[in-house]
C-alpha cells in the first residue's frame, strides 16, 4: 500500500519498524536459546507471543521484551507524523504480591531509524487512574496490582525491563507482541532485582528452596497470534455475554450487539439508558479487552423523537446532543476503553447506492457530518468510522466512496470505515457464495481513497460471519482461510477484524433473512470448541 504523498515517511517508518521489530524479536530469542534457565522458583520457560506460555512461577526474575508491533504511528496530526497512542502497545498484568516488595524498573533505549525511543515509565493501578511507577515504588499485597509497561511514544524496538519477585501471577497476558524471557538465575543474596543488592527488602529470602506453586498461564491465544496484524474481536449480547468465558480470551476488542444502539439508550429524548452497555463494557474491559461503540445513528429502530423530526437545524441539533452525550458518558467511564465508534451504520440503500432517506430525507448529508463532529468533541481519541454492509458490491461501495470523499473533502472528522462483511457460502439453501475477489476490491477501494485524498482510512472488518447452513466445516474453514489471507495481506490498513458473534450457538443468521435453520457461520461450534475454521484461521 503506496502512503499518500505527506505520510511516505510514516509508510517508510512503517515498514523499517516491521522489519525492525522482526529482526529485534529474532535476535532477541537467539540468546535467550544460550542463556541458563533461570532455575529459582520452579519450572519456568520462555514464552513470547504466538508460542505456547506454559508456566511461569511467581518467585521469577523475568525480563520483558518487547518489540512493539502495533504502534501505528498515532495518526497524521496537520504537521505530519505525530507520536502513537499509548494505548496501543502495552502489557498488561494483574500481579499479586505475597508480600510488599520493591520493583526495579529500568528503561532503556530502542530505536528506529534516526529516531531514539524512550521508554518513559510503568503505570500500576487500576485501569483508569493509572500513575508513574518508579524503581524502588512498591508493589501492594493487599490489592491486586495492574501493571501497564508502555512506550511514552511511538516504540519500535528496544525493551523495557521489569525485574519481579515473589509475585504469583494471577492473570498474565500479553496483549501485543511481547518476548518474556528469564534470566540467568541469581542467588538470594546478590541483586535480587530490587536493586538494593541486600537482597529482597521484603525478608522475603525468595528461592528459599521450598516449591513455589506453579501458576499454569493461559495458552496461545487468537489475538496474540494476529498480534502484528490487527485485532481480534467478538460480539456478543446482554443475555449471553457471560457465556464465553471459555472461549473469550482469544479476543481483545468487543462489541455490544444492540446494547449501545440508539434504540437501547435513547430510546426517549433526553433520558439515557447506559445500564446494560456499562455493565458488559465493565466485563469485558476487566477481561483484557477494549470496546467498539456500535453504533451511535442508525435508521434501524430509531426512535421517534428523532424520525419524526421534520426541521432540518431541529434534527442536526437533536443528533448532535445525543452523539456528544452517549460519547461522552463513555469516555468519562471508561477511557480510552472505547477507542472507537461506528457513528453511523448503514447510511446508504443496496442496488442504487443512493441515500437512506431517514435523517438524509430531512437533513442531507449533514446529519453524518454532524454526527461525526459530534463524537470527535465528545472524546479525541476515539477513532471515528462508517460502518455499511455489501461493500463488496461495486454500486454500493462506490456511492460509500463518494460520500466519504465528500466528508473527507469537508474536513469531517472521519477515521476508517467498516466492513461488516456479513458473506457466505453455498449450500442448506444458500445458493450463492461471497466472492474473496471481491472483498480485496473493496478493500483496495478503500485504500486507494486514502492514497488519493491524502487522508489516512482504517479499515475495520465489523460484523464478520458467514452464513453456513449446509454446516460444511471444510468449506466454511476454507472461505475464512482466504478472507483472512487477505486480511493479512492488507494490515496495514486493516486494523480490527470482528466476528458478530462467537460461537454457533447463537448467530442473528439463525433462522433469518429467508433462510431456516441455524448458521454456523463462526470459528467455534455449539459447545465452544475450536472448528476447522478456528485451525484455518491460527495457522498460518
Ligand atoms: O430485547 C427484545 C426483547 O425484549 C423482545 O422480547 C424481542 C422480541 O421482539 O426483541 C428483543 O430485541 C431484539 C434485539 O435484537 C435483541 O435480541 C430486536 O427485536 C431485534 O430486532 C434485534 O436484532 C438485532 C438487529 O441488529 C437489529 O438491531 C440483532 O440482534 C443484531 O445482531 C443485528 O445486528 C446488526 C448490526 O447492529 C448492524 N449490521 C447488521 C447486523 C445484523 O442485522
Known amino acids: 500500500m503506496e502512503y499518500p504523498k505527506g505520510n511516505r515517511l510514516a509508510g517508510r517508518i512503517m515498514r523499517l519498524k516491521k522489519f525492525f521489530g522482526i529482526f529485534l524479536s529474532l535476535i532477541m ?4 536459546a544460550a542463556c541458563d534457565v533461570f532455575k529459582e522458583g520452579g519450572k519456568t520457560s520462555v514464552l513470547w507471543v504466538s508460542q505456547t506460555m506454559e508456566t511461569v512461577s511467581d518467585g521469577d526474575e523475568t525480563q520483558i521484551t518487547f518489540v512493539a508491533s502495533d504502534n501505528k504511528f498515532g495518526g497524521y496530526a496537520e504537521s505530519g507524523v505525530s507520536g502513537m497512542s499509548d494505548e496501543d502497545t502495552f502489557l498488561s498484568v494483574d500481579l499479586k504480591a505475597t508480600a510488599e516488595i520493591p520493583v526495579k524498573v529500568e528503561f532503556v533505549y530502542g530505536s528506529v531509524g534516526d529516531q531514539t525511543v524512550v521508554y518513559s515509565q510503568i503505570n500500576i493501578g487500576t485501569e483508569y487512574e493509572n500513575y508513574a511507577f518508579r524503581t524502588g515504588n512498591v508493589l501492594s499485597n493487599k490489592s491486586l496490582n495492574k501493571i501497564r509497561l508502555f512506550p511514552s511514544y511511538n516504540a519500535a524496538g528496544g525493551y523495557g525491563i521489569l525485574y519481579v519477585k515473589n509475585l504469583t501471577y494471577n492473570d498474565y497476558y500479553l496483549n501485543k507482541f511481547f518476548e518474556v524471557k528469564t534470566v540467568a538465575s541469581q542467588d538470594a543474596g546478590e541483586n535480587s532485582g530490587n536493586g538494593s543488592g541486600q537482597g529482597d527488602q521484603s525478608g522475603n529470602q525468595g528461592g528459599s528452596g521450598e516449591q513455589q506453586p506453579v501458576v499454569p498461564v493461559t495458552a496461545t491465544y487468537l489475538y496474540e497470534k494476529y498480534s502484528q496484524y490487527f485485532k481480534i474481536g467478538m460480539c456478543a449480547g446482554d443475555s449471553d455475554y457471560r457465556n464465553y468465558g471459555d472461549i473469550d480470551g482469544h479476543y481483545n476488542s468487543f462489541t455490544c450487539e444492540n446494547e449501545m444502539k440508539l434504540y437501547t439508550i435513547g430510546n426517549n429524548e433526553g ?3 447506559y445500564s446494560k452497555a456499562d455493565n458488559m463494557l465493565r466485563y469485558m474491559i476487566n477481561r483484557g479487552k477494549k470496546i467498539r461503540g456500535h453504533a451511535l445513528i442508525w435508521y434501524n429502530g430509531a426512535p421517534q423523537w428523532l424520525t419524526g423530526c421534520r426541521d432540518k437545524q431541529q434534527l442536526l441539533n437533536k443528533i448532535d446532543t445525543y452523539c456528544y452525550n452517549v460519547v461522552k458518558h463513555f469516555k468519562d467511564s471508561f477511557g480510552d476503553s ?4 461506528d457513528v453511523v451504520n448503514e447510511a446508504i440503500n443496496d442496488g442504487n447506492g443512493t441515500y437512506r432517506d431517514c435523517f438524509y430525507g430531512v437533513a442531507g448529508i449533514d446529519f453524518i457530518k454532524t454526527a461525526f463532529r459530534a463524537a470527535r468533541r465528545a472524546d479525541p481519541n476515539a477513532k471515528l468510522f462508517y460502518n455499511d454492509y455489501n461493500m463488496d458490491d461495486r454500486t454500493k461501495r462506490n456511492a460509500v466512496i463518494n460520500m466519504l470523499r465528500e466528508l473527507i473533502n ?10 461488516q462483511a456479513h458473506y457466505a457460502i453455498q449450500g442448506g439453501g444458500v445458493n450463492y457464495e461471497t466472492s474473496i475477489n471481491n472483498v480485496e476490491s473493496a478493500i483496495n477501494a478503500f485504500e486507494n481513497l486514502a492514497e488519493e485524498t491524502g487522508h489516512p482510512l482504517e479499515i475495520h472488518i465489523t460484523e464478520l460471519d458467514i452464513r453456513n447452513h449446509g454446516n460444511n ?11 483472512f489471507e487477505v486480511f493479512r495481506r492488507h494490515s496495514n490498513s486493516i486494523t480490527c477484524v470482528t466476528t458478530w458473534g462467537i460461537c454457533d450457538a447463537y448467530s442473528w443468521l439463525d433462522n433469518s433473512q429467508g433462510y431456516s435453520g441455524k448458521a454456523y457461520p ?6 465452544h470448541n475450536k472448528k476447522a475454521a478456528f485451525d484455518a484461521v491460527f495457522n498460518f
Not at 530469542?29 to 535467550?32: G, H, L
Not at 472505547?338 to 465508534?341: G, L, Q
Not at 466445516?473 to 478472507?483: D, F, I, M, R, V
Open 410 to 419: 469537508d474536513g469531517v472528522p472521519i477515521d476508517g470505515v467498516g466492513m
Open 29 to 32: 530469542v537467539f540468546p535467550f
Open 338 to 341: 472505547v477507542y472507537c465508534w
Open 473 to 483: 466445516n471444510a468449506a466454511l474453514a476454507q472461505k475464512y482461510k482466504e478472507l
Open 522 to 527: 463462526f470459528l467455534f461450534d455449539e459447545g
Open 271 to 273: 433520558q439515557y439508558d
